[in-house]
T-cell receptor, first 116, second 121 residues
Framework: EAGVAQSPRYKIIEKRQSVAFWCNPI?????LYWYQQILGQGPKLLIQ????????DSQLPKDRFSAERLKGVDSTLKIQPAKLEDSAVYLC??????????????FGPGTRLTVL | AQTVTQSQPEMSVQEAETVTLSCTYD???????LFWYKQPPSRQMILVIR??????QNATENRFSVNFQKAAKSFSLKISDSQLGDAAMYFC??????????????????FGQGTILTVHP
């Protein structure tokens, strides 16, 4: 079974530029999560999708971050414009959520963003 | 809001020895899950072990076991017979249960700050 795919693995941009990250969850997984992991800290949820609807985006800085999950499968996370403090690893995760209560999250390899 | 605290930024252990990583959490909910994740330098977050709050028995997965003290809100991870491949960042995480979340928003994980584990040969 293929895991969660993310691209790119690394990205370096100048502040005020725009950047986009892509995530392809495990096939059939209903729920998709984007986490931000700043160096030396634990991941923090940015946004959670259930199929193509947003469940939780309370920690997403909506003035500069946006995310979408078209057709309930792939997702993109965009930052526009980027700030120095956005330098972090962006992790995508997915879970089955089959209604049986077991929704183990499977993580992708992450995208390391450096904002100069 | 739930919080997870890992008070050990770094730990080290000799190969084949046992090490315990500490985690405390704060919640007012009765239905929740606790997890330990391993994150090697490759950044891939891997689930090590999980514990359902309603289960009194401590979870065990091969060389990994937990000491779940619900009243004390403590959830430590014990790694026995440590191997070089165990070296990584370890995160403790909390997830509210379905009964407390009102349906669809119970998947979110709240992570601690992490503990870097070094294994010496």
């Amino acid at each position: 079974e293929a895991g969660v795919a993310q691209s790119p693995r690394y990205k370096i941009i100048e502040k005020r530029q725009s950047v986009a990250f892509w995530c392809n969850p495990i096939s059939g997984h209903a729920t998709l999560y984007w986490y931000q992991q700043i160096l030396g800290q634990g991941p923090k949820l940015l946004i959670q999708f259930q199929n193509n609807g947003v469940v939780d985006d309370s920690q997403l800085p909506k003035d500069r971050f946006s995310a979408e999950r078209l057709k309930g499968v792939d997702s993109t996370l965009k930052i526009q414009p980027a700030k120095l403090e956005d330098s972090a690893v962006y992790l995508c995760a997915s879970s089955l959520d089959d209604g049986a209560g077991d929704n183990e999250q499977f993580f992708g390899p992450g995208t390391r963003l450096t904002v100069l | 809001a739930q919080t997870v605290t890992q008070s050990q930024p770094e730990m080290s252990v000799q190969e084949a020895e046992t090490v315990t990583l500490s985690c405390t959490y704060d919640t007012s909910e009765s239905d929740y899950y606790l997890f330990w994740y391993k994150q090697p330098p490759s950044r891939q977050m891997i689930l090590v072990i999980r514990q359902e709050a309603y289960k009194q028995q401590n979870a065990t997965e091969n060389r990994f076991s937990v000491n779940f003290q619900k009243a004390a809100k403590s959830f430590s991870l014990k790694i026995s017979d440590s191997q070089l491949g165990d070296a990584a960042m370890y995160f403790c995480a909390y997830r509210r249960g379905y009964a407390n979340a009102g349906g669809t928003s119970y998947g979110k994980l709240t992570f601690g700050q992490g503990t870097i584990l070094t294994v010496h040969p």
